[in-house]
């Protein structure tokens, strides 16, 4: 069984790495991207499988 410490640190910088792509792809005007970047985030999220 994994450290939840652990996990907490993977969904930490999951997030700030997620997070940055989004206003990257948002920045360069890439709105489709983002949205499918979103999507794919919010669809493989521990909190949706619920």
Same mark, same amino acid.
């Given at each position: *069984? /994994?450290?939840? /410490?652990?996990?907490?640190?993977?969904? *930490?910088?999951?997030?700030?790495?997620? %997070? &940055?792509?989004?206003? =990257?792809?948002?920045?360069? %005007?890439? =709105?489709?991207? &983002?949205? &499918?970047?979103?999507?794919?985030? %919010?669809?493989?999220?521990?909190?949706? %499988?619920?």
């Amino acid at each position: *069984m /994994r450290d939840p /410490r652990l996990d907490e640190l993977i969904q *930490m910088e999951t997030w700030d790495w997620w %997070k &940055a792509q989004v206003f =990257y792809l948002r920045e360069k %005007k890439d =709105y489709a991207g &983002a949205e &499918a970047l979103f999507l794919e985030f %919010k669809l493989t999220s521990p909190e949706s %499988k619920a």
